[in-house]
């Protein structure tokens, strides 16, 4: 078995492996994608070109692949794997780690970990690694069916200078160690990443944010908040339908998704009744 980083990997044929291994429950990494075009595109983007992953390989084939999606402002990492397809899973996947390690050292890092339901080698993997279970989310999917039903009652905009703060200040308070902080929002945002927020005499009520990748027909919803006060009156609602049709009419994308925690009852119902339907199923850990 030989291993592979940096400059020396092959990211189109790492972006077939991955395809093909995560469209397999028992070994599928959540957010990580299925398709070749999109895995390639990130590994290009937030991989620095492959700088954040390590391959394993037999005879020139590759059998395992694991990354570190690293978010060096906001002190995250996601991680992408282990993706092994070798009898000695256990084995494979450890030689990927310790190599990955030693080039990008995690301490100071808060490392998460999305694995499949069904994957329970990775699960097992990340235990092992001194990861603690944080929880289970759906992962719950859309298509354009039925959006230009729901209706939109409430003031729903691009946030102006003074909603900026409003957002950053919910946004802070109701994920506060999540991978992207409200300054990474706002840096992302962009023609095909936007951020709404709805507003009621000059307060803000919510927001939503959500990034489309038109050239894979993809969205997902990344957050979505409404300030404690104004809960139960449609908000959430309201800024999911903006969303949606930004996203299908706007960015002509084929499906969408987004993820909640199997705890809030509520959001799946709201979700539910929009036509979201379940996808995956998620278990989440943290390291640090």
């Known amino acids: 078995m030989e291993l592979v980083c940096g400059k020396d990997l092959e990211l189109t044929l790492l972006s077939a492996f991955l395809a093909k291994v995560n469209k397999q429950s028992e070994h599928h990494i959540g957010y990580c994608g299925d398709e070749e075009g999109e895995i390639l595109q990130t590994l290009e983007e937030d991989f620095a070109k492959g700088e954040n992953f390590v391959v394993a390989t037999k005879n020139g084939t590759i059998i395992a692949g694991l990354g570190f999606d690293m978010n060096t402002e906001g002190g995250q990492i996601e991680v992408w794997g282990p993706f092994v397809d070798d009898p000695n899973w256990e084995g494979v996947a450890l030689s990927l780690w310790e190599q990955l390690v030693s080039r990008q050292p995690i301490s100071g890092y808060v490392v998460h970990g999305f694995c499949n339901k069904e994957n329970e080698k990775a699960q ?13 989310h759906h992962v719950l999917e859309k298509n354009q ?4 039903f729901l209706a939109m009652n409430k003031k729903i905009a691009e946030p102006d200078a003074v909603d900026v703060k409003a ?3 919910l946004h802070d308070f109701e994920f506060p160690d999540t991978y992207y902080g409200s300054d990474e929002i706002l840096k992302r945002c962009g023609e095909d990443r936007r951020l709404f927020v709805s507003a009621e005499e000059g307060e803000v ?3 939503i944010y959500v990034e489309a990748q038109p050239a894979f027909k993809e969205g997902s919803i990344e957050y979505v908040a409404v300030a404690p006060h104004h809960r139960g009156k449609g908000v959430g609602r309201a800024l999911l339908a903006y969303a949606l049709r930004f996203l299908f009419e706007e960015k002509n994308i084929a499906a969408t998704s987004i993820t909640v925690s199997e ?12 036509g979201f339907s379940l996808k995956h199923k998620l278990v989440s850990y943290r390291i640090g």
Do not use: I, P, Q, W
């Open 263 to 274: 705890k809030d009852v509520a959001a799946y119902r709201l979700y539910s009744s929009c």
């Open 205 to 207: 009520t919510g927001y």
């Open 124 to 136: 097992r993997f990340l235990l092992n690694r001194g990861a603690k279970k944080e929880g289970e």
């Open 145 to 148: 069916e039925g959006v230009s």
């Open 167 to 169: 957002f950053a200040a």
